[in-house]
């Protein structure tokens, strides 16, 4: 059993910058493909981005292509999700995701074994 904590999420401005971050507690955080997921109020949750394990390939949606970078520190357990020149689009409750897979897979779909409680993101306008 894998559990996932998000942190880092808030109320910005549009245009403005945060960064989301999800710690594993497992040791072996390697060999886990690791996502990120939003849900807004009365929509389904969507895939935002996705990582391999060795943070070699990675895919986004298009609509936070350009403005969002995912990164994971295997040293740490943990992945990021950085978020720039946000807009009010953006509001969710964030969620991290975790599934073992073969090296070099980035999985887009909710297809993961571990969810996080999420995180709320906020960008007012």
């Known amino acids: 059993q894998v559990q996932l904590v998000e942190s880092g999420g808030g109320l910005v401005q549009a245009g403005g910058s945060l960064r989301l971050s999800c710690a594993a507690s497992?040791?072996?955080?390697?060999?886990?493909?690791m996502g990120w997921f939003r849900q807004a109020p009365g929509k389904e949750r969507e895939f935002v981005a996705g990582?391999?394990?060795?943070?070699?390939?990675?895919n986004y949606a298009d609509s936070v292509k350009g403005r969002f970078t995912i990164s994971r520190d295997n040293a740490k357990n943990t992945e990021y999700l950085e978020m720039d020149s946000l807009k009010p689009e953006d509001t969710a409750v964030y969620y991290c995701a975790a599934r073992n897979v073969p090296v070099g897979i980035v999985i887009t779909t909710p297809n993961y074994t571990y969810w996080g409680q999420g995180t709320q993101v906020t960008v007012s306008s």
């Open positions: 990582i391999s394990r060795s943070g070699g390939r990675t």
């Open positions: 497992t040791r072996t955080f390697s060999i886990y493909a």
